[in-house]
T-cell receptor, first 110, second 113 residues
Framework: DAKTTQPNSMESNEEEPVHLPCNHS???????IHWYRQLPSQGPEYVIH???SNVNNRMASLAIAEDRKSSTLILHRATLRDAAVYYC???????????FGTGTRLQVFP | DAGITQSPRHKVTETGTPVTLRCHQT?????MYWYRQDPGHGLRLIHY???????DKGEVSDGYSVSRSKTEDFLLTLESATSSQTSVYFC????????????FGPGTRLTVT
């Protein structure tokens, strides 16, 4: 399985944009990029996923590099509720399972 | 929310005793997963199921077994619990192979003394 590399932790102030990076230099052509987040004392929840083009939904935006070797999850205006561990995961259409890493712990300050 | 419940939510047990954790879903999702989460290791996949009676191993399957006799239930069994299996266990479901979103349950905190 292709691996991802994320910073261990990041900090942001409330109402500021947050850019969470993910490197995946060994990504295959069929791998989708998935993002999940885990709020304190809860199970992870899906955030967004994409293949090649940038993606937007109500929670976040996903910017994918042209060579697909890196991607960035963008929270446009961080809130205190966005403080969580964010996981970047690769998986193809043939993947039965998602392998989580250790993720990035995002702290949001008022 | 995929109607996932886990039972028990908390359990303390002694080394050497058998333990079974239950995951129940109400959405008829094909895939079900068991993960464990420990400080410094993130989420690690133990076993997963891609249908009734169809299961496969994950990253850390040693010491665990699973069973899925009905679509809605996925059981994780620790045949003889050890202190290294103290962890938070999460169940997850997924509708099907072409559906990427996994839904997670609230977790079970297991302590083996």
């Amino acid at each position: 399985d292709a691996k991802t590399t994320q910073p261990n932790s990041m900090e942001s102030n409330e109402e500021e944009p947050v850019h969470l990076p993910c490197n995946h230099s060994t990504i295959s052509g069929t791998d989708y990029i998935h993002w999940y987040r885990q709020l304190p004392s809860q199970g992870p929840e899906y955030v967004i996923h994409g293949l090649t083009s940038n993606v937007n939904n109500r929670m976040a935006s996903l910017a994918i590099a042209e060579d697909r070797k890196s991607s960035t999850l963008i929270l446009h205006r961080a809130t205190l509720r966005d403080a969580a561990v964010y996981y970047c995961i690769l998986g193809s259409m043939d993947t039965d399972k998602l392998i989580f890493g250790t993720g990035t712990r995002l702290q949001v300050f008022p | 929310d995929a109607g996932i419940t886990q039972s028990p939510r908390h359990k303390v047990t002694e080394t050497g005793t058998p333990v079974t954790l239950r995951c129940h879903q109400t959405e008829n999702h094909r895939y079900m997963y068991w993960y464990r989460q420990d400080p410094g290791h993130g989420l690690r996949l133990i076993h997963y199921s891609y249908g009734v009676k169809d299961t496969d191993k994950g990253e850390v399957s040693d010491g665990y077994s699973v069973s899925r006799s009905k679509t809605e239930d996925f059981l994780l069994t620790l045949e003889s619990a050890t202190s290294s299996q103290t962890s938070v266990y999460f169940c997850a479901t997924r509708r099907g192979r072409t559906f990427y979103e996994q839904y997670f349950g609230p977790g079970t905190r297991l302590t083996v003394t």
